[in-house]
């Protein structure tokens, strides 16, 4: 009785440090892997500090696993690249539009009103759409919604 309480033990326990070295984040949400930075996930780190606490060493080896893969942050908080699946384009006239009418397709668009005669604003004239992505990536990589506006 005892011997068979004392394997089915070991086997409990090889089986939470088989995970522990996983990652908790890792094995609940492997879609967040490749996530650079962000808000850390509570959860996720309240289950690896389970495991510190409990066994250190695969502790340690989880945090290190999900802050490697990026899974112990929340999804849609950290600066990640352009996501061209849920980008709209939206075609008007730029030789017909002034600042004001592009400002009121933005909030039409968007619903986000933008002065773009401001200082902090640039203003560019691109020439393909590839062009478009390659800036949208490096200035606006956390926007939620993407819009690109073209004549």
Same mark, same amino acid.
């Given at each position: 009785?005892?011997?068979?309480?004392?394997?089915?033990?070991?086997?409990?326990?090889?089986?939470?440090?088989?995970?522990?070295?996983?990652?908790?984040?890792?094995?609940?949400?492997?879609?967040?892997?490749?996530?650079?930075?962000?808000?850390?996930?509570?959860?996720?780190?309240?289950?690896?500090?389970?495991?510190?606490?409990?066994?250190?060493?695969?502790?340690?080896? $989880?945090?290190?696993? !999900?802050?490697? &893969?990026?899974? @112990?942050?929340?999804? =849609? /908080?950290?600066?990640?690249?352009?996501? +061209?699946?849920?980008?709209?384009?939206?075609?008007?006239?730029?030789?017909?539009?002034?600042?004001?009418?592009?400002?009121?397709?933005?909030?039409?668009?968007?619903?986000? $009103?933008?002065?773009? !005669?401001?200082? &902090?604003?640039? @203003?560019?004239?691109? =020439? /393909?759409?590839?062009?478009?992505?390659? +800036?949208?990536?490096?200035?606006?990589?956390?926007?939620?919604?993407?819009?690109?506006?073209?004549?």
């Amino acid at each position: 009785m005892i011997k068979k309480l004392m394997n089915t033990l070991h086997v409990l326990v090889s089986a939470v440090l088989i995970f522990q070295l996983m990652g908790c984040g890792t094995i609940m949400y492997p879609e967040r892997k490749g996530q650079k930075a962000g808000r850390i996930d509570v959860g996720v780190a309240l289950l690896d500090g389970l495991g510190l606490l409990l066994f250190l060493i695969p502790g340690v080896i $989880a945090f290190a696993v !999900d802050f490697n &893969n990026g899974t @112990i942050y929340l999804p =849609g /908080s950290s600066r990640s690249s352009l996501d +061209l699946k849920n980008m709209r384009q939206v075609k008007f006239d730029p030789k017909k539009s002034t600042l004001a009418g592009i400002e009121r397709i933005i909030k039409e668009e968007t619903g986000t $009103a933008v002065k773009l !005669d401001q200082s &902090n604003m640039r @203003i560019t004239e691109l =020439g /393909s759409t590839d062009e478009m992505i390659v +800036l949208f990536e490096q200035v606006m990589p956390s926007m939620s919604e993407r819009i690109a506006l073209s004549h």
